[in-house]
């Protein structure tokens, strides 16, 4: 699609402005007529002739023309448009795909022939950011202490990706929330569905859980999994260990981030940090360890995949997993000190090194950045399986993974400003295809706006939503499978910030206000006709939205002075929904957030859901770790009792817990312990550090 020059979006805006007045009568004046609107950009001094017969064989007249009609035919769009828009509370309903809410790029992303043209693009990345551009996003200090060489003349790099990941369920999921978990293997993180990566992983009869340890050697810390046999409760045990890094290497530290559990394999996920003989950080990179663990006691390494760059996020898909890191290149000072390698991405599979082929890497047309996104897609089932693999250079501000596609979003303003001096922000969204081991670029898609309130990307049934914000309003787009427009809104909560977006069963969930107060509901049941269905109060909640079912929502926190709260919405009905239940936790009860909201148990199944917190003695001043635990039946919130953990909370407290049977297992980064649910009483306890 051909883009109009600044003259003609003041000359369209100067029209619509005048169309605005006569919606009420639903005339088009003279003025607005399509002869008019031709006439007038003919006029426009924004017109200059370009001849561009060098390149075409034919002079302008032709592009002069086609711009015309096209600005003419936008315009004549947003007359007929206009007339037929159904307005909700100030909430339009967007009708087609028009120059002010979305257009398309003409190359937002272009392939490449050869690794010269990648060097060629990134001599012209780096030439073109300044020295107080470049930021590294993987200076990160690991653990263990050492400090990355930030002032090094070569490691200089730009910023990298914001920490907002969303990914798809893969199944009807009602478990934890879906967001990044923080890397830290002191807390243990229970989640449900093998798609998702945690620190704490279960099959219903064994704990998987990271943690660390030391080495009673040479006193090393070790990176470890505790496989923990937990069925039957009273008789729990460790009946393996395994070793991920023993911290005695000078060249590399390793770092468990998560893991994955899918039937009998193991997937530990670690970042890898190396240094050079100087002992200087010289460059990160993720890895992926296999295990069988057909017999837990004894599990067996059968792979090995280690990717350049930082980790961003991952997802396994029946038995496909998605890596995705971001690899950034090192500032240079010529040609002759870039080395294929700085350039080109690479990963291993049992040592064997394979770098991308030219056609596997994109590169971002619009101000693109020194960095890599790296997607590469592994079958877990298969050890002799070819890897899917991807890179784009300079794009990726927020991806999205899902069985079949993930999605990548970019932002970047217009090159040209308005009559008020101001750029216009947009977010460019890629697409592509995950078929087998082979992944493919698909399409692309621009729309006004920056992504609102972190996670607002989703697909379902093969529709992708996104929530875009702009200095004017919040808007809302469906794209269809072939990343084309079908329907949206836009003046969603106008001149407010939009918190968060969350997509549950058949709606959508737009939470803004400074605390959070505000939630609207859209019915996007049928994505060609979404509609605003109703509010609902969420003060204080803020991202804390849990999903038991499709049609029942629990809020978690609260208001500014206020006691913790728990409501349970029942939004069975969009356009009515309403708070069934309410309880507020006693004062002396500190809900362990932390930067993980997913600290939440919820189990729709037994319709229970569960809390950490920290318990404070009114008289003895003493903190106690515990787990609230909580059952959701018949619209009713009803307390089912208080697990204490730890009867001398230290800092080790339960984050994490999940339920088995009749059984509530609650885990630190240092013990396990049973509770039978009914009796409300610990069965067992067992040290694991």
């Known amino acids: 699609m051909k883009m109009m020059k600044k003259t003609d979006k003041q000359t369209l805006d100067m029209l619509r402005e005048e169309f605005a007045e006569s919606t009420e009568t639903a005339k088009v004046p003279l003025r607005l007529q399509k002869e008019s609107v031709v006439a007038m950009l003919k006029s426009s001094d924004g017109i200059k002739e370009k001849d561009f017969s060098a390149k075409t064989g034919t002079k302008n007249s032709i592009v002069k023309f086609g711009r015309i009609g096209i600005a003419a035919a936008a315009m004549i769009a947003v007359v007929a448009v206009a007339a037929a828009n159904l307005r909700m509370g100030g909430v339009t309903v967007i009708k087609t795909d028009s120059f002010y ?60 990706y914001s920490k907002y990941v969303a990914q798809a369920n893969a199944q009807p999921e009602y478990g934890a929330e879906n967001m990044r978990p923080v890397p830290n293997a002191a807390q243990g993180v229970v989640s ?12 219903g009869e064994y704990l998987y859980i990271v943690t660390t340890g030391v080495d009673e050697e040479n006193g090393g810390t070790l990176e470890q999994i505790k496989i923990v046999k937990v069925v039957p409760a009273g008789e729990m045990q460790v009946v393996s260990t395994l070793v991920l890094s023993d911290g005695t290497s000078a060249e590399t530290v390793d770092e468990c981030i998560e893991i994955y559990l899918k039937n009998n394999t ?24 296999h295990y069988d663990i057909t017999d837990p006691a004894s599990p067996v390494k059968t792979r090995e995949h280690v990717q350049n760059g930082s980790y961003v996020t991952s997802g396994l898909y029946e038995s496909k997993l998605s890596l995705v890191t971001e690899k950034t290149i090192h500032k240079v000072q010529d040609k002759a000190t870039l080395s294929e390698d700085d350039v080109i991405p690479s990963f291993s599979v049992n040592s064997s090194v394979t770098k991308l082929d030219a056609k596997d890497i994109f590169i971002a047309v619009n101000d693109p950045e020194a960095s890599y996104l790296f997607v590469t897609v592994t079958d877990i089932s298969d050890s002799e399986a070819q890897v899917g693999k991807l890179a784009i250079l300079g794009c990726g501000k927020e991806i999205y993974c899902s ?46 706006g920056t992504l609102a309130g972190g996670i607002s990307i989703d697909e379902k049934s093969g529709y992708l939503r996104a929530a875009t914000a702009d200095d004017k309003a919040n808007n809302f787009y469906i794209l269809n499978e072939k990343t084309e427009f079908v329907s949206g809104l836009t003046g969603i909560f106008p001149n407010e910030k939009i918190k968060s977006v ?30 605003v269905a109703g509010n609902i109060s969420t003060e204080g909640f803020s991202h804390e939205l849990y999903a038991v079912s499709d049609t029942a929502l629990l809020g978690i926190g609260a208001a500014k002075g206020s006691d913790t709260t ?10 009515n929904p309403n708070a069934a239940s309410v309880y507020t936790l006693s004062k002396e009860n500190t809900i362990l957030y932390g930067a993980d909201k997913r600290c939440v148990m919820v189990d729709s199944e037994k319709k229970l859901f569960g809390i950490p917190v920290v318990k404070q003695d ?27 953990h730890d009867d001398s909370y230290t800092g080790d407290a339960a984050v994490r817990g999940t339920c088995i049977d009749k059984t509530l297992y609650t885990v630190s980064g240092e013990r396990v312990v049973a509770f039978s649910i009914d009796e409300c009483k610990a069965v067992s306890s067992l040290e694991i550090r």
């Open 101 to 160: 809410e979305s257009y398309r790029g003409l190359e937002p992303v272009r392939s490449v022939n050869s690794y010269e043209d990648v060097e060629k693009a990134v001599l012209e990345i780096l030439g073109s950011k300044t020295a107080d551009e470049t930021k590294s996003s993987q200076t990160e200090k690991p653990s263990n202490g050492k400090e990355p060489d930030t002032q090094a003349e070569n490691h200089g790099v730009i910023e990298g």
């Open 192 to 203: 449900y569905g093998d798609f998702k990566a945690d620190i704490v992983k279960t099959n």
């Open 266 to 289: 193991l997937i530990a996920l670690m970042s890898r940090y190396s240094y050079s003989a100087s002992g200087a950080y010289d460059s990160i990179s993720t890895v992926a360890v």
């Open 403 to 448: 069985a079949n596609s993930f999605a990548v979003t970019r932002g970047f303003v217009s090159v040209d400003a308005d009559e008020n001096g101001e750029h216009t922000s947009f977010t460019e969204i890629y697409r592509f295809d995950i078929n087998g081991s082979s992944i493919d670029f698909s399409e692309s898609y621009v729309v006004k």
């Open 502 to 531: 969350k997509f549950i069963g058949s709606n959508a969930y737009f939470v803004a206000g400074e605390d959070s107060e505000k939630t609207m509901i859209v019915d996007i049941s049928d994505p060609t006709k979404p509609k």
């Open 566 to 575: 728990i409501t349970l919405f029942d939004v069975s009905n969009p356009e």
């Open 618 to 644: 009114a008289e003895t001043g003493t903190e106690v770790s515990a787990y609230v635990l909580f059952s959701v039946s018949d619209g009713k919130i009803t307390p089912v009792g208080t697990y204490n």
